[in-house]
Protein backbone atom coordinates (compact mmCIF):
# COMPACT_ATOMS: atom_id res chain seq x y z
CA UNK A 1 0.00 0.00 0.00
CA UNK A 2 1.12 3.48 -1.16
CA UNK A 3 1.56 6.28 1.69
CA UNK A 4 -0.42 9.50 1.26
CA UNK A 5 0.11 12.92 2.20
CA UNK A 6 -2.72 15.11 1.83
CA UNK A 7 -1.99 18.84 2.00
CA UNK A 8 -4.37 21.29 2.72
CA UNK A 9 -7.38 23.19 5.00
CA UNK A 10 -8.00 21.91 8.41
CA UNK A 11 -10.87 24.10 9.31
CA UNK A 12 -13.52 24.80 11.96
CA UNK A 13 -16.73 24.93 9.53
CA UNK A 14 -19.73 26.71 10.94
CA UNK A 15 -23.00 25.88 8.88
CA UNK A 16 -26.13 27.35 8.87
CA UNK A 17 -29.37 27.86 7.28
CA UNK A 18 -30.61 31.80 6.69
CA UNK A 19 -34.69 32.72 6.29
CA UNK A 20 -33.68 34.87 3.60
CA UNK A 21 -30.59 35.92 1.37
CA UNK A 22 -30.33 39.96 3.08
CA UNK A 23 -30.45 42.72 0.50
CA UNK A 24 -27.06 45.26 1.06
CA UNK A 25 -27.28 46.47 4.74
CA UNK A 26 -29.83 43.96 5.53
CA UNK A 27 -30.19 40.94 7.85
CA UNK A 28 -30.75 37.64 7.48
CA UNK A 29 -32.49 35.09 10.52
CA UNK A 30 -29.76 32.28 10.90
CA UNK A 31 -32.57 29.54 11.74
CA UNK A 32 -30.31 26.67 12.30
CA UNK A 33 -26.97 26.41 12.94
CA UNK A 34 -24.11 23.82 13.85
CA UNK A 35 -19.89 23.78 14.44
CA UNK A 36 -17.71 21.10 13.22
CA UNK A 37 -14.91 19.92 11.74
CA UNK A 38 -13.62 20.31 8.37
CA UNK A 39 -11.63 21.84 5.55
CA UNK A 40 -10.69 19.71 2.29
CA UNK A 41 -7.54 18.08 3.96
CA UNK A 42 -9.71 17.00 6.93
CA UNK A 43 -12.48 15.64 4.81
CA UNK A 44 -10.01 13.46 2.14
CA UNK A 45 -8.23 12.40 4.84
CA UNK A 46 -11.08 10.89 7.24
CA UNK A 47 -12.60 8.91 4.15
CA UNK A 48 -9.19 7.77 2.74
CA UNK A 49 -8.69 6.58 6.38
CA UNK A 50 -12.16 4.32 6.54
CA UNK A 51 -10.92 2.96 3.92
CA UNK A 52 -8.00 1.27 5.40
CA UNK A 53 -5.77 4.26 3.28
CA UNK A 54 -2.31 5.03 5.11
CA UNK A 55 -2.59 8.60 4.76
CA UNK A 56 -1.18 12.44 6.63
CA UNK A 57 -2.41 15.56 6.63
CA UNK A 58 0.25 18.41 6.25
CA UNK A 59 -1.66 21.63 7.19
CA UNK A 60 -1.30 24.83 9.59
CA UNK A 61 -3.56 25.28 12.31
CA UNK A 62 -4.19 28.09 14.81
CA UNK A 63 -3.21 27.32 18.85
CA UNK A 64 -6.80 27.95 19.20
CA UNK A 65 -7.94 24.81 17.22
CA UNK A 66 -10.35 22.69 19.54
CA UNK A 67 -8.66 19.86 21.33
CA UNK A 68 -11.82 17.59 20.48
CA UNK A 69 -10.94 18.17 16.87
CA UNK A 70 -7.47 17.10 16.84
CA UNK A 71 -8.53 13.82 19.38
CA UNK A 72 -10.81 12.98 16.37
CA UNK A 73 -8.47 13.20 13.53
CA UNK A 74 -6.41 10.98 15.80
CA UNK A 75 -9.59 8.53 16.50
CA UNK A 76 -9.55 8.55 12.55
CA UNK A 77 -6.10 6.90 12.52
CA UNK A 78 -4.89 10.07 10.82
CA UNK A 79 -0.54 10.67 11.15
CA UNK A 80 -0.60 14.42 12.23
CA UNK A 81 2.93 14.86 12.40
CA UNK A 82 3.06 17.58 9.60
CA UNK A 83 -0.16 19.30 11.14
CA UNK A 84 1.34 22.31 12.20
CA UNK A 85 0.44 24.17 15.23
CA UNK A 86 1.34 28.19 15.22
CA UNK A 87 0.35 31.09 16.18
CA UNK A 88 -2.80 33.08 15.62
CA UNK A 89 -6.10 32.00 14.60
CA UNK A 90 -7.47 28.47 12.82
CA UNK A 91 -8.77 28.61 9.31
CA UNK A 92 -12.45 29.39 9.49
CA UNK A 93 -15.63 28.50 7.31
CA UNK A 94 -19.09 30.01 7.07
CA UNK A 95 -21.56 28.04 5.16
CA UNK A 96 -24.90 29.31 4.99
CA UNK A 97 -27.99 27.87 3.02
CA UNK A 98 -31.17 29.30 1.60
CA UNK A 99 -34.64 28.30 1.12
CA UNK A 100 -33.88 26.90 -2.05
CA UNK A 101 -31.13 25.09 -1.23
CA UNK A 102 -28.20 27.65 -2.79
CA UNK A 103 -25.30 27.69 -0.52
CA UNK A 104 -22.73 30.77 0.15
CA UNK A 105 -19.59 30.24 1.53
CA UNK A 106 -16.66 32.73 3.13
CA UNK A 107 -13.48 31.54 4.39
CA UNK A 108 -11.07 32.65 6.70
CA UNK A 109 -8.05 31.30 5.72
CA UNK A 110 -6.04 32.37 9.36
CA UNK A 111 -2.91 30.17 9.64
CA UNK A 112 -3.07 28.88 6.39
CA UNK A 113 -2.77 32.57 5.00
CA UNK A 114 0.81 33.33 5.89
CA UNK A 115 3.01 29.93 5.66
CA UNK A 116 6.62 29.97 5.58
CA UNK A 117 8.77 30.20 2.73
CA UNK A 118 10.18 26.41 3.40
CA UNK A 119 8.11 23.27 3.53
CA UNK A 120 8.74 20.70 6.29
CA UNK A 121 12.62 19.21 6.32
CA UNK A 122 12.04 15.60 4.91
CA UNK A 123 8.53 15.35 4.85
CA UNK A 124 8.26 14.60 1.02
CA UNK A 125 10.30 11.37 0.94
CA UNK A 126 7.78 9.98 3.79
CA UNK A 127 5.13 9.65 1.13
CA UNK A 128 4.13 8.07 -2.27
CA UNK A 129 1.51 10.25 -3.16
CA UNK A 130 1.09 13.64 -2.75
CA UNK A 131 -2.45 14.88 -3.06
CA UNK A 132 -2.03 18.43 -3.33
CA UNK A 133 -4.92 20.46 -2.80
CA UNK A 134 -5.84 23.75 -0.79
CA UNK A 135 -3.31 26.47 0.19
CA UNK A 136 -1.39 29.21 -0.78
CA UNK A 137 -0.04 28.31 -4.71
CA UNK A 138 3.51 29.75 -3.74
CA UNK A 139 3.85 27.41 -0.38
CA UNK A 140 2.19 24.51 -2.74
CA UNK A 141 4.75 24.99 -5.31
CA UNK A 142 7.23 24.36 -3.08
CA UNK A 143 6.50 20.91 -2.29
CA UNK A 144 5.73 20.12 -5.45
CA UNK A 145 9.03 20.77 -6.74
CA UNK A 146 9.96 18.67 -4.07
CA UNK A 147 7.76 15.90 -5.33
CA UNK A 148 8.85 15.76 -8.59
CA UNK A 149 12.65 15.81 -7.66
CA UNK A 150 12.09 12.66 -5.57
CA UNK A 151 9.80 11.23 -8.51
CA UNK A 152 6.84 10.94 -5.97
CA UNK A 153 3.11 10.33 -7.49
CA UNK A 154 1.53 13.91 -7.56
CA UNK A 155 -2.44 14.79 -7.40
CA UNK A 156 -3.52 18.54 -8.18
CA UNK A 157 -6.58 19.55 -6.82
CA UNK A 158 -6.97 23.16 -6.64
CA UNK A 159 -10.34 23.28 -5.46
CA UNK A 160 -12.28 26.94 -5.32
CA UNK A 161 -8.71 28.15 -4.99
CA UNK A 162 -8.22 27.88 -8.48
CA UNK A 163 -11.04 30.91 -8.89
CA UNK A 164 -9.12 33.80 -6.97
CA UNK A 165 -5.85 32.40 -5.46
CA UNK A 166 -4.11 31.02 -9.29
CA UNK A 167 -2.76 33.10 -12.11
CA UNK A 168 -2.45 30.82 -15.39
CA UNK A 169 1.66 30.78 -15.30
CA UNK A 170 0.81 29.16 -11.28
CA UNK A 171 -1.50 26.93 -12.53
CA UNK A 172 0.84 25.58 -15.50
CA UNK A 173 3.84 25.77 -13.33
CA UNK A 174 2.69 23.39 -10.60
CA UNK A 175 0.43 20.76 -13.22
CA UNK A 176 3.74 19.88 -14.99
CA UNK A 177 5.02 16.50 -13.71
CA UNK A 178 1.38 16.17 -12.36
CA UNK A 179 0.03 12.05 -12.65
CA UNK A 180 -3.47 13.58 -11.62
CA UNK A 181 -6.12 16.72 -11.93
CA UNK A 182 -8.79 17.08 -10.01
CA UNK A 183 -12.07 19.61 -10.99
CA UNK A 184 -15.46 19.64 -10.38
CA UNK A 185 -17.46 21.35 -13.40
CA UNK A 186 -17.03 24.95 -12.89
CA UNK A 187 -13.21 24.46 -12.27
CA UNK A 188 -13.00 22.88 -15.25
CA UNK A 189 -13.82 25.56 -17.15
CA UNK A 190 -11.46 27.95 -15.84
CA UNK A 191 -8.58 25.24 -16.11
CA UNK A 192 -9.65 25.36 -20.07
CA UNK A 193 -9.11 29.29 -19.46
CA UNK A 194 -5.57 29.42 -18.02
CA UNK A 195 -4.53 26.87 -20.20
CA UNK A 196 -6.16 27.63 -23.46
CA UNK A 197 -7.60 25.33 -24.67
CA UNK A 198 -11.05 24.73 -25.54
CA UNK A 199 -11.74 20.34 -26.03
CA UNK A 200 -11.30 17.70 -22.86
CA UNK A 201 -9.18 15.45 -24.72
CA UNK A 202 -6.43 18.93 -24.97
CA UNK A 203 -5.80 18.50 -21.39
CA UNK A 204 -3.76 15.25 -21.94
CA UNK A 205 -1.17 17.86 -23.44
CA UNK A 206 -0.59 18.95 -20.29
CA UNK A 207 -1.49 15.92 -17.76
CA UNK A 208 -1.86 12.21 -18.13
CA UNK A 209 -5.56 11.91 -16.40
CA UNK A 210 -7.66 14.50 -15.40
CA UNK A 211 -10.51 13.38 -13.11
CA UNK A 212 -13.67 15.96 -13.84
CA UNK A 213 -16.80 15.69 -11.23
CA UNK A 214 -19.98 16.46 -12.88
CA UNK A 215 -22.11 16.26 -9.80
CA UNK A 216 -25.45 14.59 -11.34
CA UNK A 217 -23.77 14.02 -14.23
CA UNK A 218 -21.45 11.63 -13.12
CA UNK A 219 -17.68 11.49 -13.11
CA UNK A 220 -15.28 12.35 -16.29
CA UNK A 221 -11.93 10.68 -17.01
CA UNK A 222 -9.82 12.54 -19.63
CA UNK A 223 -6.84 10.48 -20.19
CA UNK A 224 -4.70 10.15 -22.95
CA UNK A 225 -6.41 6.89 -24.77
CA UNK A 226 -10.00 8.50 -24.43
CA UNK A 227 -12.45 10.29 -22.73
CA UNK A 228 -14.78 8.48 -20.10
CA UNK A 229 -18.03 9.69 -18.01
CA UNK A 230 -19.02 6.99 -15.48
CA UNK A 231 -22.79 8.03 -14.53
CA UNK A 232 -24.12 8.13 -11.45
CA UNK A 233 -27.23 7.18 -9.22
CA UNK A 234 -30.03 9.97 -9.50
CA UNK A 235 -30.71 11.28 -6.02
CA UNK A 236 -33.71 13.81 -5.56
CA UNK A 237 -32.79 17.14 -4.06
CA UNK A 238 -29.10 16.31 -3.30
CA UNK A 239 -26.70 18.49 -0.59
CA UNK A 240 -23.96 17.94 -2.60
CA UNK A 241 -21.38 20.18 -0.10
CA UNK A 242 -18.63 17.63 0.82
CA UNK A 243 -19.55 15.43 -2.31
CA UNK A 244 -16.68 15.81 -3.75
CA UNK A 245 -13.94 15.34 -0.93
CA UNK A 246 -15.87 12.28 -0.13
CA UNK A 247 -14.91 11.27 -3.72
CA UNK A 248 -11.06 11.73 -3.47
CA UNK A 249 -10.94 10.21 -0.16
CA UNK A 250 -12.49 7.33 -1.92
CA UNK A 251 -10.43 7.61 -4.76
CA UNK A 252 -7.15 8.03 -3.13
CA UNK A 253 -7.93 5.16 -1.13
CA UNK A 254 -8.31 2.54 -3.96
CA UNK A 255 -6.06 4.25 -6.06
CA UNK A 256 -3.39 3.67 -2.62
CA UNK A 257 -3.88 -0.22 -2.87
CA UNK A 258 -3.01 -1.04 -6.09
CA UNK A 259 -6.34 -0.28 -7.70
CA UNK A 260 -6.61 0.72 -11.58
CA UNK A 261 -8.37 3.90 -11.78
CA UNK A 262 -11.23 3.20 -13.10
CA UNK A 263 -11.93 1.21 -10.18
CA UNK A 264 -10.72 4.08 -8.17
CA UNK A 265 -13.06 6.78 -9.67
CA UNK A 266 -16.22 4.03 -9.11
CA UNK A 267 -15.15 3.50 -5.16
CA UNK A 268 -15.31 7.20 -5.49
CA UNK A 269 -18.22 7.37 -7.09
CA UNK A 270 -20.14 4.60 -4.34
CA UNK A 271 -18.72 7.19 -1.17
CA UNK A 272 -19.61 10.18 -2.72
CA UNK A 273 -23.23 8.76 -3.00
CA UNK A 274 -23.46 7.36 0.08
CA UNK A 275 -22.34 10.85 1.31
CA UNK A 276 -24.86 12.92 -0.32
CA UNK A 277 -27.57 10.41 0.69
CA UNK A 278 -26.81 10.78 4.58
CA UNK A 279 -26.82 14.23 3.81
CA UNK A 280 -30.33 14.46 2.63
CA UNK A 281 -31.64 12.40 5.37
CA UNK A 282 -29.90 14.67 7.80
CA UNK A 283 -27.18 12.13 8.92
Request: aromatic fraction near 12%; charged fraction near 25%; include cysteine.
Amino acid sequence: MKKILVVGHVNIDYYGKISHNPVADGTSEITEYSQSLGGTATNIAMLASSKGADISIHSYVGKDFPLQYLNKLKEKKIDLKYLILTEGYSPQCWIFENKNGETYSFIYQGAMKKLPNYIPDGMVKNYDILHLSTGDPVYIKKIHNEAMIQRKIIMFDPGPEIRYNYTSEMFKDILKGCEFLFLNKFEESIAKKYLSIEEDKEFVKYVPNCIVTLGKEGVKWISREEVLTFPTKPIVSPKTVGAGDAFRGAFLAEYSKGSSVESAIKEGQNEAYKFILNKSKGI
